[in-house]
């Protein structure tokens, strides 16, 4: 049986044939393509880049619905989330990130 040539990722050419996204990865393009006042990443597939949960805290979340705060962060790592099983996304304001920050846990 012939499988489809898997494509490196343009923005990572260092990746592996199998495109594994890293949490230092994932972060960099995140920080670089949202005005994020925080951004926090954990690798919840033991190192194989495929589960992921992520905390974004901006102030361009103000105003909108979840849906609309996932599909902003979705849109900024489109390419990525071709490589991605699951993910879990927390996209907060800053002012909630303020009330949350003292306890939060990705767990």
């Not at 960099?28 to 597939?45: C, F, G, W």
């Not at 589960?51 to 105003?63: C, L, M, P, R, T």
Request: hydrophobic content about 35%; glycine content about 4%; charged content about 25%.
């Amino acid at each position: 049986m012939k499988f489809p040539a898997t494509k490196r990722s343009s923005n990572y050419p260092h990746r592996s044939i199998h495109n594994m996204v890293s949490a230092s990865e994932l972060e960099q393009t995140l920080k670089e393509r949202v005005p994020a006042e925080e951004v926090l990443i954990e690798d919840q597939s033991g190192g194989c880049g495929a589960k992921f949960s992520i905390v974004v805290v901006s102030s361009v979340f103000e105003g909108k619905s979840l849906l609309q705060r996932h599909r902003i962060v979705n849109d900024c790592i489109k390419e990525e989330l071709n490589d991605i099983h699951a993910l879990s996304m927390r996209t907060w304001t800053p002012e909630q990130w303020l009330e949350k920050k003292s306890s939060f846990t990705f767990n």
